[in-house]
């Protein structure tokens, strides 16, 4: 199966760096919007094509792709009439840029998009129970450092360097979260589109303290109660993003070739 993996960051060189090592996928296109020298990167002979930009050629020419960019390119996927075609699977990681096009979404016919876990366990179970949730919540907590140049403090009194304890800097709904905080809380996107409930409350914490990032999700029906917390390392080299965001991108190519799959 021929990928495209769009977003050359700590992600894409993750994913990337995986690809080239399964006998099962072959990496055809690196979408980056900086110049890529390949000596920083082992391609083990795959014959890469790297372009600056999405092309409907692209489009067609492989069987997955990977968004591990910005919301904005979502948004931009989403515009090509050639997304919508049978046999296409559309892995998105910036899951606010989807939060953003669901208009878009309904149009959709043919292609698959799936949604990664990303940094956050239990969407498995609030999708199950959709249909019965009564509250949902979540709460996001991560160090300062990880909050740095978020849209929000663009206009906020809030300043970080002086948080000397864990300090809730933010409380709201989704389509808030996504434009305030859009590369911190796809999480809260996630949820959404799990649960289908316009009424998921959020809230973010800054600690000081925190030597991961941490989400708490609540969620309350007639099913019972879900709760759930994950503590996840961030990434080493993007304190914005977490490690198991990285691997939950993994575990759906290793499920596409699985007899058993767990979703």
């Known amino acids: 199966m021929k990928i495209a993996i769009i977003g050359f960051g700590n992600i894409g060189k993750y994913l990337a760096e995986w690809v080239v ?4 996928f072959e ?30 050629e692209l489009i067609n020419d492989v069987d997955i792709i990977i968004e591990c960019a910005t919301k904005e390119v979502v948004s931009q ?6 997304i919508d075609r049978t046999g296409l699977k559309l892995i998105v990681i910036s899951t606010g840029g989807l939060y953003q096009n669901k208009a878009v979404l ?31 919540s979540i709460q996001t907590t991560k160090h300062p450092k ?7 403090f663009d206009s906020s009194d809030i300043d970080l360097a002086s948080i000397k304890t864990a300090q809730t800097i933010w409380e709201g709904d989704v389509s808030e979260a996504v434009s305030l905080f ?31 990032n941490m989400h708490e999700i609540t969620c309350e029906g007639d099913f019972g109660k879900i709760y759930t917390r994950t503590e996840n390392k961030p990434s080493p080299t993007n304190p914005k993003t977490s490690f198991l965001a990285v691997k ?16």
Not at 107 to 130: F, R
Not at 146 to 152: H, I, K, T, V, Y
Not at 250 to 261: A, D, E, F, P, Q
């Open 21 to 24: 090592n399964s006998p099962s």
């Open 27 to 56: 990496l055809s296109y690196i979408v980056a919007r900086r110049e890529i020298n390949k000596e920083e990167f082992d391609f083990k002979n795959e014959p890469v094509q790297f372009t600056k930009e999405v092309t409907s």
């Open 77 to 82: 996927l989403l515009k090509f009439k050639e």
């Open 106 to 136: 309904k149009t959709l016919k043919k292609c698959e998009v799936i949604l990664p876990i990303g940094a956050i366990v239990g969407l498995d179970a609030i999708k199950a129970v959709n249909d019965e949730i009564e509250s949902i």
């Open 146 to 152: 990880s909050l740095e140049g978020a849209p929000f």
């Open 182 to 212: 859009p590369k911190n809380i796809n999480v809260a996107a996630s949820i959404y589109f799990a649960s289908k409930c316009d009424g998921l409350k959020i809230k973010i914490v800054a600690d000081p303290n925190a030597t991961s």
């Open 248 to 263: 939950s991108v993994v575990s759906i190519l290793r499920n596409m070739n699985s007899t058993i799959k767990i979703n």
